[in-house]
């Protein structure tokens, strides 16, 4: 395993984290058992992923907490996330703290390492650092959690608006931000800002449908290219095909994880799974070189104007703040 240095946290945090949610979420959305899924947590800590991201939303802090018993608290970083809005109702500060003592309880530890608001819009950043944030921080004087930090609404904020907002403030040691080999535009407009101001960043989003289906992918190239958004001779059945080669990436998954690894600014990759295989197989990705200079500039220059292409959720997710 690599391990990188979260931002200005300190934290000593593996390049591949264990995202907790999603559809999948350990396996448990998809039938397994929770044995099956403090199994599946318990080989990824063996593998040396030490951050484990969840959220109340996600129904899985329980499974987290069972899974990390008899683990040397310093050995593994836990971050966890509480909406502050249901709909267009903002959630009251006292609600939120509520939040992290249930959080805390479920997973069974007296902190997290970082605790963050899960999927803020651009139109409740005010509510959530005005009035959320100084409730918070004095939890953490408290030591219920270590750092703070805070999720964009990706399919609802292409342009990142909201983290624009939050990078304006000194209050966040971490933000978690979507970035993928078609929706680039962090690299303009958030990355050099998180570096500068030592702002840790998990990347979600890596792979989604339009990755991993290729009906998917060939439907949004012919709308990206019926609207003028892409070359015409780009909208291909298989557009992504020329990253697949010797001494290339192995498959689009493959090309997918190590895109976003190497970006620049981009500290810890999120990966959500419920199968073993396939946790190993993200891990293998996320642990390789770059892609090839050439495969990242022809990228660049297809798809690097792009907003908001491929941050669908995957089929059947079930619907959580952070989109």
């Given at each position: 395993?690599?391990?990188?240095?979260?931002?200005?946290?300190?934290?000593?945090?593996?390049?591949?984290?264990?995202?907790?949610?999603?559809?999948?979420?350990?396996?448990?959305?998809?039938?397994?058992?929770?044995?099956?899924?403090?199994?599946?947590?318990?080989?990824?800590?063996?593998?040396?992923?030490?951050?484990?991201?969840?959220?109340?939303?996600?129904?899985?802090?329980?499974?987290?907490?069972?899974?990390?018993?008899?683990?040397?608290?310093?050995?593994?970083?836990?971050?966890?996330?509480?909406?502050?809005?249901?709909?267009?109702?903002?959630?009251?500060?006292?609600?939120?703290?509520?939040?992290?003592?249930?959080?805390?309880?479920?997973?069974?530890?007296?902190?997290?390492?970082?605790?963050?608001?899960?999927?803020?819009?651009?139109?409740?950043?005010?509510?959530?650092?005005?009035?959320?944030?100084?409730?918070?921080?004095?939890?953490?004087?408290?030591?219920?959690?270590?750092?703070?930090?805070?999720?964009?609404?990706?399919?609802?904020?292409?342009?990142?608006?909201?983290?624009?907002?939050?990078?304006?403030?000194?209050?966040?040691?971490?933000?978690?931000?979507?970035?993928?080999?078609?929706h680039q535009n962090a690299r303009a407009s958030v990355f050099p800002r998180t570096v500068r101001q030592g702002v840790g960043t998990?990347?979600?989003?890596?792979?989604?449908?339009?990755?991993?289906?290729?009906?998917?992918?060939?439907?949004?190239?012919?709308?990206?290219?019926?609207?003028?958004?892409?070359?015409?001779?780009?909208?291909?059945?298989?557009?992504?095909?020329?990253?697949?080669?010797?001494?290339?990436?192995?498959?689009?998954?493959?090309?997918?994880?190590?895109?976003?690894?190497?970006?620049?600014?981009?500290?810890?990759?999120?990966?959500?799974?419920?199968?073993?295989?396939?946790?190993?197989?993200?891990?293998?990705?996320i642990l390789k070189p770059a892609l090839p200079e050439a495969d990242r500039r022809r990228l660049a220059d297809l798809f690097g104007?792009?907003?908001?292409?491929?941050?669908?959720?995957?089929?059947?997710?079930?619907?959580?703040?952070?989109?």
């Amino acid at each position: 395993m690599e391990y990188t240095t979260l931002g200005r946290t300190g934290l000593r945090v593996s390049v591949a984290g264990l995202g907790c949610g999603g559809f999948s979420r350990l396996g448990l959305g998809t039938g397994k058992s929770e044995a099956d899924a403090v199994a599946l947590i318990r080989e990824a800590l063996d593998m040396g992923v030490n951050l484990l991201d969840t959220a109340a939303a996600y129904g899985t802090e329980a499974v987290v907490g069972a899974a990390i018993k008899g683990t040397a608290r310093e050995k593994v970083v836990i971050t966890t996330k509480a909406a502050i809005h249901t709909g267009d109702e903002k959630l009251s500060a006292e609600t939120i703290v509520a939040s992290l003592d249930r959080s805390l309880r479920e997973l069974g530890t007296d902190h997290v390492d970082a605790f963050l608001l899960h999927g803020v819009p651009p139109g409740m950043y005010e509510h959530a650092a005005q009035t959320v944030a100084p409730a918070l921080l004095r939890e953490k004087e408290k030591g219920k959690l270590r750092h703070l930090g805070i999720t964009e609404t990706a399919p609802n904020d292409p342009g990142h608006v909201m983290l624009g907002q939050a990078l304006d403030d000194d209050i966040w040691d971490v933000a978690m931000v979507a970035f993928h080999m078609m929706h680039q535009n962090a690299r303009a407009s958030v990355f050099p800002r998180t570096v500068r101001q030592g702002v840790g960043t998990l990347m979600m989003f890596a792979v989604r449908n339009i990755f991993s289906r290729p009906e998917r992918l060939a439907e949004t190239m012919r709308e990206l290219a019926a609207a003028g958004e892409i070359p015409a001779n780009v909208a291909v059945d298989r557009p992504l095909d020329f990253l697949i080669h010797p001494g290339g990436a192995s498959s689009l998954m493959d090309a997918a994880y190590r895109y976003v690894r190497h970006e620049p600014g981009a500290d810890v990759v999120l990966f959500g799974t419920g199968d073993r295989e396939h946790l190993r197989t993200n891990v293998a990705s996320i642990l390789k070189p770059a892609l090839p200079e050439a495969d990242r500039r022809r990228l660049a220059d297809l798809f690097g104007r792009l907003v908001g292409v491929g941050l669908d959720r995957p089929a059947h997710a079930t619907p959580s703040p952070a989109g």
